[in-house]
């Protein structure tokens, strides 16, 4: 009875204590964009170079089984949360499409929610919002950008990206580079030229735009015809090259690919921008005159590093295609070209490290077998990249399709089929001085729809296929810890408070965040 009293009480002081630290709060720091601090996560892949790596301590291969839930949020929507959430002065801030949530990374309690407007977008997902000193950025299924006011969720401003009714739509989280948000824009349908718009941080309005094939009409169209190249998941930045890198999607039409003839840039690429022009300074095409649906969007991870023998800026890709590549970020110009699942599509490699087309496994009539499936070796998870054992870990698959083509099909839109025939989710640690498989990690089925999250200490958390999930052992995949807590959906990410460190991951509708119990806290100390 007494309890029953009090529960209203303790609730009021919860929220309070949220309330009163999102007041206090100053907004982020833009310093804290280029050095991210242990108390925050303030960008999609936690920093600028899409690592997606934490160099937090506390939680060990030793000591990671005591792992407890500290706290659980439920949006109370039907909607995947698809998102990576952002963390900044104690705030975590996650969404989905039309609903962003402001929650205490202390105690899971609501502190805001603001709710879009009902759209005719396309609702399949949202990857997350961006977050920049006191505003709070949200792509919208109907093509808008919307800055909310971070301490309150209230509107500054909306403004239009592209027009819905053509076929784009949004579910991409922003990137800001200094004054810049950077918005890329999906869309499979023909005549929809690849889009990534930059806007200004303070009014919306827009800086330049860039687009990755020419818009319809262009005369001498560089792209032999093709239209597409969206840019549907964030990028990456180099502050001392002052380039963003970005991958590109899929040409259209989509599998009848007769009437694009060449190679169709700068679709399935990896496109190098300067942030502040748009100006385009180099690409390098993963999968040249696709014909699979094998989108190049998968994250550009930035490594710095001894390559060979001589000091590099590098840039990785685990690409869609099941080809992995290693880049000179500065130049574009391939330094090692592998495969990391199972490929029967293309003739090898050029003397450009690009895959060679072969026509021989295009869509046809009496169908074809190809290696990967349209769901791709890889696709939107995000990897995670460990600098000490230098292993890029991927949510990979080894898949094969069938992909027809017929007259009747037409030529237009998606013009073709594919039907899948086999597949099998395995983690993989990718050596990326070689190229080579340093280890598989089965994931128990034919799909995972996790990203991955390592930590200095040596772990890898992602989801597995049996809605697990699971911690690693990050040079070797052995198996630690897991929780049955079902479907995990994004990608984990990792923040410390008051000497405590947490690990956030969404499964259907809800986060859990993860940490050692208080008492394991004060026997191992605060590490960063």
């Known amino acids: 009875m007494k309890f029953a009293k009090l529960f209203p009480f303790a609730v009021a002081l919860v929220l309070a204590s949220a309330f009163c630290r999102l007041a206090s709060a100053q907004g982020l720091d833009p310093a804290t964009l280029l050095k991210p601090t242990p108390d925050s996560w303030p960008l999609y892949h936690g920093d600028y170079s899409g690592q997606r790596h934490s160099h937090l301590s506390q939680i060990t291969p030793a000591n990671v089984g005591e792992l407890t839930l500290a706290w659980a949020f439920q949006t109370g929507q039907a909607a995947e949360i698809k998102s990576s959430p952002i963390v900044a002065n104690g705030?975590?801030?996650?969404?989905?499409?039309?609903?962003?949530?402001?929650?205490?990374?202390?105690?899971?309690?609501?502190?805001?929610?603001?709710?879009?407007?009902?759209?005719?977008?396309?609702?399949?997902?949202?990857?997350?919002?961006?977050?920049?000193?006191?505003?709070?950025?949200?792509?919208?299924?109907?093509?808008?950008?919307?800055?909310?006011?971070?301490?309150?969720?209230?509107?500054?401003?909306?403004?239009?990206?592209?027009?819905?009714?053509?076929?784009?739509?949004?579910?991409?989280?922003?990137?800001?580079?200094?004054?810049?948000?950077?918005?890329?824009?999906?869309?499979?349908?023909?005549?929809?030229?690849?889009m990534l718009k930059s806007l200004d941080a303070e009014t919306g309005e827009t800086q330049w735009t860039f687009y990755s094939t020419a818009q319809p009409g262009t005369p001498g169209n560089p792209s032999g015809g093709a239209t597409g190249g969206n840019m549907w998941i964030t990028g990456t930045y180099d502050p001392e090259l002052n380039l963003v890198f970005v991958g590109t999607g899929n040409p259209t039409p989509v599998l009848a690919a007769q009437t694009r003839p060449g190679d169709n840039p700068w679709t399935c690429s990896i496109v190098a921008l300067?942030?502040?022009?748009?100006?385009?300074?180099?690409?390098?095409?993963?999968?040249?005159?696709?014909?699979?649906?094998?989108?190049?969007?998968?994250?550009?991870?930035?490594?710095?590093?001894?390559?060979?023998?001589?000091?590099?800026?590098?840039?990785?890709?685990?690409?869609?295609?099941?080809?992995?590549?290693?880049?000179?970020?500065?130049?574009?110009?391939?330094?090692?070209?592998?495969?990391?699942?199972?490929?029967?599509?293309?003739?090898?490699?050029?003397?450009?490290?690009?895959?060679?087309?072969?026509?021989?496994?295009?869509?046809?009539?009496?169908?074809?077998?190809?290696?990967?499936?349209?769901?791709?070796?890889?696709?939107?998870?995000?990897?995670?990249?460990?600098?000490?054992?230098?292993?890029?870990?991927?949510?990979?698959?080894?898949?094969?399709?069938?992909?027809?083509?017929?007259?009747e099909h037409g030529t237009v839109g998606w013009a073709g089929a594919d039907y899948g025939v086999f597949g099998k989710a395995v983690l993989r640690a990718i050596d990326y001085q070689t190229g080579k498989i340093r280890w598989n990690h089965d994931l128990g089925g034919g799909w995972a729809s996790a990203g991955v999250l390592t930590t200095e200490s040596g772990l890898s958390f992602t989801g597995d296929s049996v809605r697990s999930v699971i911690a690693l052992r990050t040079s070797d995949g052995a198996t630690l810890w897991h929780s049955a807590i079902g479907h995990v959906g994004n990608s984990p990410i990792t923040y410390q408070l008051d000497g405590r460190q947490y690990v956030i991951v969404a499964s259907g509708g809800e986060l859990f965040a993860w940490a050692l119990p208080e008492k394991s806290v004060e026997q191992t100390g605060s590490h960063r």
Not at 117 to 127: A, K, Q, S, T, Y
Not at 316 to 327: D, K, P, T
Request: hydrophobic share 40%; aromatic share 10%; net charge negative.
């Open 91 to 194: 705030i975590l801030y996650v969404s989905i499409p039309d609903h962003v949530w402001a929650v205490d990374a202390r105690t899971g309690a609501q502190v805001w929610l603001y709710t879009y407007p009902p759209n005719e977008g396309l609702h399949i997902g949202h990857r997350g919002v961006a977050l920049y000193k006191d505003s709070v950025y949200l792509t919208t299924p109907d093509d808008h950008l919307v800055c909310l006011n971070a301490r309150d969720g209230t509107v500054k401003w909306n403004v239009v990206l592209a027009d819905v009714k053509t076929g784009y739509w949004t579910s991409v989280a922003p990137l800001i580079v200094r004054d810049h948000v950077l918005v890329g824009l999906s869309g499979d349908f023909d005549n929809l030229p690849g």
């Open 274 to 407: 300067n942030p502040d022009t748009g100006k385009f300074v180099w690409g390098f095409q993963a999968t040249p005159h696709d014909t699979h649906d094998w989108d190049a969007v998968e994250v550009p991870v930035l490594v710095d590093g001894i390559f060979k023998g001589s000091p590099k800026k590098m840039l990785l890709q685990a690409s869609r295609n099941g080809y992995f590549f290693v880049l000179d970020r500065a130049t574009g110009k391939a330094l090692l070209t592998s495969t990391f699942a199972a490929v029967n599509w293309s003739k090898g490699v050029d003397k450009d490290g690009r895959p060679i087309h072969n026509p021989e496994k295009d869509p046809a009539r009496d169908g074809r077998l190809v290696a990967p499936d349209e769901g791709g070796a890889t696709n939107y998870r995000s990897p995670s990249f460990d600098a000490k054992t230098g292993l890029l870990v991927v949510s990979s698959r080894d898949a094969y399709g069938i992909y027809f083509s017929k007259a």
